[in-house]
């Protein structure tokens, strides 16, 4: 199975900071890497899909970038709703779509 | 409009088996291109993708659980239902299922708000 690794695990920030987050897989996945963002008690909502393709309805500060084994999700001019847990998942594996373990954006 | 919702039972005893059904609208589950996934969150972790199943009735399931997962469809219904066998106290957890978009990169663009499972006698 392809493993999904992200750094950091969590990250302290403040409004208007500029934020990155990496994810890497075991193997090559093309540019099949989604990421999501998840507020306290809620479900995850969908922010980029293939690699750096907005969802839409999703601000212009989120983008993503990225190819083979390793992505970045960038925040730009964080604001206080961004503040959240954010998971990359690879959908290259026809056969398993494994999830990253999580980064948080704390304040 | 997609919408999708998770029912089942609160409440679950080691050992015995949880059945889930998610109940969608806004779309067909009868084309390859078009699936419903199901995923877990235990609290305070991270999200863990249990299994899928796409229109034309391929489905896959995570290699660490597959022995205890089966995932089906009632497409005249909308409905996909998840059994996971043998429950027990590392299961609980917040189980959603997700629209899959292969349009989209095979990504779960739309979530159910997710239902509460607990394994405890």
């Known amino acids: 199975d392809i493993q999904m690794t992200q750094s950091p695990s969590s990250l302290s920030a403040s409004v208007g900071d500029r934020v990155t987050i990496t994810c890497r897989s075991s193997q090559s996945i093309s540019n099949y890497l989604n990421w999501y963002q998840q507020k306290p008690g809620k479900a995850p909502d969908l922010l980029i899909y293939g690699a750096s393709t907005l969802q839409s309805g999703v601000p212009a500060r989120f983008s993503g970038s990225g190819s083979g084994t390793e992505f970045t999700l960038t925040i730009s001019n964080l604001q206080p709703e961004d503040f959240a847990t954010y998971f990359c998942q690879q959908s290259f594996d026809f056969y398993t779509y494994s999830l990253g373990q999580g980064t948080r954006v704390e304040i | 409009q997609i919408t999708l919702k998770e029912s089942g039972p609160t409440l679950v005893k080691p050992t015995q088996t949880l059945t889930l059904t998610c109940t969608f609208s806004g779309f067909s589950l009868s084309t390859t291109e078009v699936g419903v996934g199901w995923i877990r969150q235990p609290p305070g972790k991270a999200l863990e993708w249990l299994a899928h199943i796409y229109g034309s009735d391929h489905k896959k399931y995570s290699t660490a659980l597959k022995s205890r997962l089966s995932i089906t469809k009632d497409t005249s219904k909308n409905q996909v239902v998840l059994t996971m066998t043998n429950m027990e106290a590392a299961d609980t957890a917040t189980y959603y299922c997700?629209?899959?978009?292969?349009?989209?990169?095979?990504?779960?663009?739309?979530w159910g708000q997710g239902t509460v499972v607990t394994v405890s006698s």
């Open positions: 997700a629209h899959l978009s292969a349009t989209l990169k095979y990504s779960f663009d739309m």
